[in-house]
């Protein structure tokens, strides 16, 4: 099970889900009560070892600004959130990142449908912390699809048994107040997750 920690900005968090065994960890560049500077991201990132993807998150940016935020924030993937169009993954095929679509389970769940590397299927608003009808999109996405929205260390056993992902992706379920991350929370999440698949 592909692990993901989204929306981290202090280093003890990092450096607990890189102890922990994360897969993936992410760095919000887009408006969000998590969201941290390129530069600080680019710090935190420095904290991370290259098994680890650092994954730059954005929702609504052009290509020309996600391009220069994650090259400031030296990060190894971009997350675009929302309904950007393949045009936007095409523009960004160049930086050599890991491209990460992540929808709602309205959108294409085809992973690769827009030449992205890794898909996330998500609640209708990210970072809610809002479990949805997670059994629902069971069987429909495709190729490396991480589960998303609502995750937390005790109910993610039950969402991988219902939508049987790829990965698990959280932020909300981490935190002990909205964009305050709990280190022994993050641990207990890779626990879960790993026990779960
Ligand atoms: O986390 C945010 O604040 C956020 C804001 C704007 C766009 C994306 C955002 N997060 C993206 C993620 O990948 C989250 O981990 C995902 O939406 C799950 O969030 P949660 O339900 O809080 O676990």
Redo the contacts with the bound molecule.
Sequence with gaps: MYV????LSEPEHVTAAVEAGADAI?F?L??????VAPERAAALARLVPGHVLT?G???GEDPATVRAAALAAQVGAV?L??RHPHADFTALKDLGATLVR?VDSTADLRCGAFDEDLL?V??P???????WDWAAVRGRPTGRWML?????PANVAEAVAAADPWGV???????VAP?VKDSALIRSFVAQARRAG
């Design positions: 993901k920690i989204c929306g992410g919000v887009t408006e969000s009560p998590r969201r994954v998150v954005f929702r997350q959130h929302g992540a996330i998500d609640a608003r990210p970072g809610s912390g809002l479990p998303a929205g609502g995750l937390s992706d959280v932020s909300s379920g981490v935190e964009g």
